[in-house]
Every structure is written in structure tokens, then in C-alpha cells.
């Protein structure tokens, strides 16, 4: 049996993915829901899927520091300042660590949403 990925988190359905299935943005994190604290990564660094779409390490509960290894992901663990914010199609973000072939051209809509943008 092959596992599927969801195309926004990269996470096996079904297993650790938390994105609706009608493809809604994810409900907000309610205060009982810490942030994660990941270890390996600055809270600053973007991480960069499979499928275009940047992260934030912690800001979205269905992403967890054990799934962000290369080769599926690549990162940028000192972005320049403002990179986050001009993330999009005409300023793609290209990993720089782990799998340096990933760009990511829009943000994750949890990750977004906790930085307040």
C-alpha cells in the first residue's frame, strides 16, 4: 500500500496530516495547543516542501520536526530579512541546506496566520 502525502503539508494522510480535506485553512491553534519546540531549526528558518510551500518551524500543527529531513525538504535556516514577506511566484525562496533543488513560491496558510501577517 503507498502512502499518501497531502500536497500542502506533506504529511501522510491520515497520519500526522491535519489539513482539512475540503482544502480550508486549517483551524487556528487554540491556546491548549502550544507551539512545538523544534531544536534543530531557529524559529526564523523557512522550511521548504515538495510542493512549493514554505513553513514555519512550529507555527503549524501539522508539520513536526522529525518529518523535515533531506532529501524531501530543503531550508533556509538565516533567511534574508523580509524573505518570508515577499514569498510568493515572483520572489520564490531556494533552499539553501538539506535539498538545495526546493523553492517554495507561497507560504503555508497556519504558518502565515501565526506570524501575524
Given at each position: 500500500?503507498?502512502?499518501?502525502?497531502?500536497?500542502?503539508?506533506?504529511?501522510?494522510?491520515?497520519?500526522?496530516?491535519?489539513?482539512?480535506?475540503?482544502?480550508?485553512?486549517?483551524?487556528?491553534?487554540?491556546?491548549?495547543?502550544?507551539?512545538?519546540?523544534?531544536?534543530?531549526?531557529?524559529?526564523?528558518?523557512?522550511?521548504?516542501?515538495?510542493?512549493?510551500?514554505?513553513?514555519?518551524?512550529?507555527?503549524?500543527?501539522?508539520?513536526?520536526?522529525?518529518?523535515?529531513?533531506?532529501?524531501?525538504?530543503?531550508?533556509?535556516?538565516?533567511?534574508?530579512?523580509?524573505?518570508?514577506?515577499r514569498l510568493g511566484s515572483s520572489c520564490p525562496?531556494?533552499?539553501?541546506?538539506?535539498?538545495?533543488?526546493?523553492?517554495?513560491?507561497?507560504?503555508?496558510?497556519?504558518?502565515?496566520?501565526?506570524?501575524g501577517l
Amino acid at each position: 500500500m503507498k502512502e499518501e502525502r497531502c500536497e500542502r503539508c506533506e504529511c501522510i494522510i491520515g497520519l500526522g496530516c491535519g489539513c482539512p480535506p475540503d482544502g480550508a485553512v486549517p483551524k487556528a491553534r487554540s491556546a491548549s495547543q502550544p507551539r512545538q519546540e523544534w531544536r534543530r531549526f531557529p524559529a526564523d528558518t523557512i522550511l521548504i516542501s515538495s510542493t512549493h510551500y514554505a513553513h514555519l518551524p512550529g507555527a503549524c500543527a501539522h508539520l513536526t520536526e522529525e518529518l523535515v529531513t533531506a532529501p524531501r525538504w530543503g531550508w533556509i535556516p538565516d533567511p534574508a530579512p523580509g524573505l518570508w514577506d515577499r514569498l510568493g511566484s515572483s520572489c520564490p525562496a531556494v533552499a539553501v541546506a538539506g535539498n538545495t533543488a526546493r523553492t517554495a513560491t507561497r507560504r503555508c496558510e497556519e504558518c502565515q496566520t501565526a506570524t501575524g501577517l
